[in-house]
């Protein structure tokens, strides 16, 4: 089986505990990303989501300009080694309801995997192992979406 490394994203944008939160909804914006880190000393210690934006800041009922990320961020966080097996690393987002997962090397922040990254690495594997086992002449008709 592959390491989580293999299908990773290496380009995480990440933010600090004191950030205000319209420099995170911003960031995700301009970036297209769905989630920031929340980062000290290159430790991930939290996550921002597009969901936490939506509901904790509107619970929060408070003046956006003095809202900062430490008020709405998802903290304890669940991380796993970039040497994890693929495998394992879906089955405790599967088992803990969790959509994306920071990668750690040595305990700093060395990418994130989503559910999305997940579901195209199990794809792929099964569009492998059909082709594999479909007779050549039968391997281009095969519908593949």
């Known amino acids: 089986m592959d390491k989580i490394s293999k299908i990773m994203s290496k380009k995480v944008k990440t933010v600090s505990k004191n950030d205000s939160i319209i420099k995170v909804a911003k960031l995700m ?9 929340v980062v000290e ?5 939290g996550l921002v989501t597009e969901r936490d934006l939506a509901v904790r ?10 809202l900062k990320v430490i008020d709405i961020m998802t ?3 669940l ?7 693929v495998y394992y690393a ?20 060395a990418g994130i995997v989503t559910q999305t990254d997940i579901l195209n690495y199990f794809r792929n594997q099964r569009k492998k ?13 095969y519908p593949f979406v």
């Open 29 to 37: 914006f301009k970036g297209n990303v769905s989630c920031v880190v």
């Open 41 to 45: 000393h290159r430790k991930p210690i």
């Open 57 to 66: 800041v509107l619970d929060k009922n408070k003046d956006l300009k003095n």
């Open 75 to 77: 903290t304890p966080i």
């Open 79 to 85: 991380t796993v080694s970039s040497d994890t097996d």
């Open 90 to 109: 879906s089955e405790i987002m599967r088992k803990n309801k969790i959509k994306k997962l920071p990668i750690v090397n040595k305990g700093k922040l």
């Open 129 to 141: 192992f059909v082709l594999k086992s479909l007779k050549l002449k039968d391997r281009k008709s």
